[in-house]
Each structure stands twice: as structure tokens, then as C-alpha cells.
């Protein structure tokens, strides 16, 4: 079953604004990864963040996660036009055969 | 980094016909590599996982008849949809985890996108 749930968006923003996008999850996880699709591809691993974790920075990327309120959330700064794509967050649950649950995904457009 | 082939990118064919889709770990093995299925603006579903050596294990909904995975080495993976229909039309895509290291993370193919007529 689809664990990870995305707030469904489908943002707009001008080149160089920053874009924010939230997750947020059923049950208990090691981790969350977040994912990115370019249309008709497949998808690239961007960050990932553990259950013990709080917050992590990759480049222009930000990701937090709030255990208690089951959510995690995904900036990406300075935009640029290439960064146009749909995200997923993906969860892995703790109990389970630790295979990911992703979200409903977010279509981000950066105008250039 | 780590590169996973799927193959074909895309495939159009007649109903009643089967087509097979495979999946390959260029540099890295991977006992186990994942199936899922995508509706477009969709997420992805997961169809089944796949074992190297043993049988896959489907997801609660997807007909293992219908969907047939093979995962005889730990390089490679296929999905054959048989006796194909309309409504088998969508985008596949495949993702394996390595064997070996800090397995986490999976490394997607491209995707086949499946056209029936």
C-alpha cells in the first residue's frame, strides 16, 4: 500500500525562488527518500533522511523530517529551469521486506 | 553511479500478444529488484518484487499469471505481460537495489511505456 503522501501540488515558480514541498506518512519508518521523474523517465534518488534524523542538506536541496508529525518536507533553492519535474517522497517502513511506499508526487515548473 | 537498463523504451503492440520488458544492473548486482507500475500524473504502483533465485512476490491485486517475473541472475530481471489487453497500456519501470554496501537507496530504469491496440 502507498504509504508516503504528498500534499498533491502542482507548483509554478520563477527561476531562482525556491520551492517547498511536503510529505507526509502513515506509519512507523527508517528512513525517507525523496525522488525526482523527469516526464516518460525514471526516477533519481536526490536525498535520503533517517528516522533519527532531523534535518539534512545535499547541494541546493533541504530536507527535514518531523517523526512526531509524520512529515517530511523537501526545498529546493535558487531554482532553475532544469529543476522542472515531478518529486516523490518514498518511505520504508519498519516493519516490512523494506521495500519503498511513494507518495503521490509533486510537478514542480520553474519558469525560466 | 549505479546503472539500471530497461529495455525497451517503448512497445506497441496488438491485443492477445505478450511482451517482455527487462531490467539490467549494469555495475552492480542486485538480488532483489522492484516492478511498478505508473498512471500518467500517477505515482508509482508496486506490481512485485523480485528475488534472484526464487519466486517474486506480488502485490495484493496484481495477477501473477498475467504478470510474470523471472529473476535468474543477479543482473537481470524481466516482466512478461501476457495475453496483453487495453488496459495493460502504461508506463513500467523497474528499480534494483544493490546486493551489496549501503543498499537504501534504488536505482530506477528508464521505463517502457506500453502501448496495446
Known amino acids: 500500500s502507498q504509504q508516503g503522501e504528498e500534499d498533491p501540488q502542482a507548483l509554478s515558480i520563477q527561476e531562482g525562488e525556491n520551492a517547498t514541498m511536503n510529505c507526509s506518512y502513515k506509519?512507523?519508518?527508517?528512513?525517507l527518500q525523496w525522488y525526482r521523474q523527469n516526464s516518460g523517465r525514471g526516477l533519481v534518488h536526490l536525498i535520503l533522511?533517517?528516522?533519527?534524523?532531523r534535518e539534512k542538506h545535499s547541494g541546493r536541496l533541504r530536507v527535514t523530517l518531523d517523526t512526531s508529525k509524520k512529515s517530511s518536507s523537501l526545498l529546493i533553492t535558487a531554482s532553475r529551469a532544469a529543476d522542472t519535474a515531478s518529486y516523490f517522497c518514498?518511505?520504508?517502513?519498519?516493519?516490512?521486506?523494506?521495500?519503498?511506499?511513494f507518495g503521490k508526487g509533486n510537478q514542480v515548473v520553474v519558469i525560466p | 553511479g549505479a546503472v539500471v537498463s530497461q529495455h525497451p523504451s517503448w512497445v506497441i503492440c496488438k491485443s492477445g500478444t505478450s511482451v517482455k520488458i527487462e531490467c539490467r544492473s549494469l555495475?552492480?548486482?542486485?538480488?532483489?529488484m522492484f516492478w511498478y507500475r505508473q498512471f500518467p500524473k500517477q505515482s508509482l504502483m508496486l506490481m512485485a518484487t523480485?528475488?534472484?533465485?526464487?519466486?517474486?512476490?506480488?502485490e495484493q491485486g496484481v495477477e501473477k499469471d498475467k504478470f510474470l517475473i523471472n529473476h535468474a541472475s543477479l543482473t537481470l530481471s524481466t516482466l512478461t505481460v501476457t495475453s496483453a489487453h487495453p488496459e495493460d497500456s502504461s508506463f513500467y519501470i523497474c528499480?534494483?537495489?544493490?546486493?551489496?554496501?549501503?543498499?537504501?537507496?534504488?536505482?530506477f530504469g528508464s521505463g517502457t511505456q506500453l502501448s496495446v491496440l
Open positions: 506509519t512507523s519508518i527508517n528512513n
Open positions: 528499480s534494483a537495489r544493490p546486493s551489496q554496501g549501503a543498499n537504501e537507496k534504488l536505482f
Open positions: 533522511i533517517r528516522s533519527n534524523e
Open positions: 518514498a518511505t520504508t517502513e519498519r516493519q516490512g521486506n523494506n521495500r519503498l511506499a
Open positions: 555495475d552492480f548486482q542486485a538480488t532483489t
Open positions: 523480485s528475488n534472484e533465485g526464487s519466486k517474486a512476490t506480488y
